[in-house]
């Protein structure tokens, strides 16, 4: 599943390459993702010019003045850039031509989303409700400490709750708190301001070194070579259930936690 580091390199790799911006094409080959593509999106974009590309938590935003595109890849989908020739696969469901190049969508299990927005963007009901941004400068001790007040749930939990912090999965929920020394079973709202200071760095920290190993894998974001290009990581806990811990060597353990694999290590982790 494409997280939110995957999300942010896909739009670094995308935006140097918009040039001026101008939509000269819009290929809707498939209009039922997870909500249905809008019917007149064709007529609405093309022509249009996109004056940045955003993202908040997992959603990249195409601000087109008029309005702004919202993507999200879903469970399995990737954007890239592609040639106009270039082939086009069962599973290519919406291409966009700016100026030299398309842009297209490629999401074999339909959970991604294409829709359009003429009102600010952050009132949108998918958006409205997204807590801090974990990579801004807004995402600091203090304000995950607010956030998870009165939050009976585990923290691992509350991690993922895109109300708390927007745009933090099931892998850098893990290992955040294996590197903040926190058991993901802790309640949220008894976490001390000193941990949560603790736990906002390890999340910072986990994204940024995911985006640094992307960044060398750039380049498969503009290519169409196929492969779905999520980023290969050297991970402390996540899926090493019954491995040694690297730091203290005890057996990392796995729990199911709201139906979500937890990995810890019992001696690292309280
Ligand atoms: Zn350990």
């Known amino acids: 599943m494409p997280e939110l580091p995957e999300v942010e390199i896909t739009r670094r790799g995308i935006e140097p390459l918009l040039g001026e911006g ?8 498939h209009r039922r993702l997870r909500w249905p593509v809008p019917r007149n999106l064709e ?8 004056g940045a590309l955003r993202r908040r938590g997992k959603y990249l935003l195409f601000d087109c003045g008029k309005g702004t595109l919202i993507i999200h890849l879903g469970m399995s989908g990737s954007l ?3 040639s106009a020739g270039d082939p086009v696969g069962a599973y290519d469901h919406f291409d966009l031509a700016v100026g030299k190049i398309t842009i297209r969508l490629r999401d074999p299990r339909r959970f991604g989303a294409v829709l359009w927005c003429t009102r600010d963007p952050a009132t949108h009901p998918l958006l409205a409700g997204l807590g801090v941004e974990p990579l801004s400068g807004a995402f600091t001790g203090g304000a995950l400490h607010d956030a998870l007040r009165g939050r009976r749930a585990a923290i691992k939990q509350a991690l993922m709750d895109y109300r708390v912090v927007a745009g933090v999965g099931n892998i850098y929920a893990n290992e ?12 949220a709202e008894r976490l001390s ?12 920290a986990t994204l940024e070194d995911a985006l640094a190993a992307g960044g060398s894998t750039l380049r498969d974001f ?21 491995q040694p811990c690297r730091i ?6 796995r729990v199911v936690q709201g139906q979500r694999s937890t990995f810890y290590c019992p001696g690292c982790q309280h």
Request: positive net charge.
């Open 22 to 29: 101008l939509i000269t094409g819009v290929v809707v080959r």
């Open 43 to 50: 007529a609405t974009l093309k022509g249009a010019r996109i």
């Open 80 to 82: 890239r850039v592609v």
């Open 176 to 187: 955040s708190l294996f590197r903040a020394d926190i058991h993901p079973l802790t309640r």
């Open 193 to 204: 301001a000193i941990r949560c200071e603790r736990l906002a760095a390890a999340v910072r």
């Open 222 to 242: 503009v290519q169409s070579d196929g492969s779905p290009g999520y980023f290969q990581q050297h991970y402390f806990v996540y899926e090493r259930a019954g």
């Open 248 to 253: 203290c060597g005890r057996t990392v353990r």
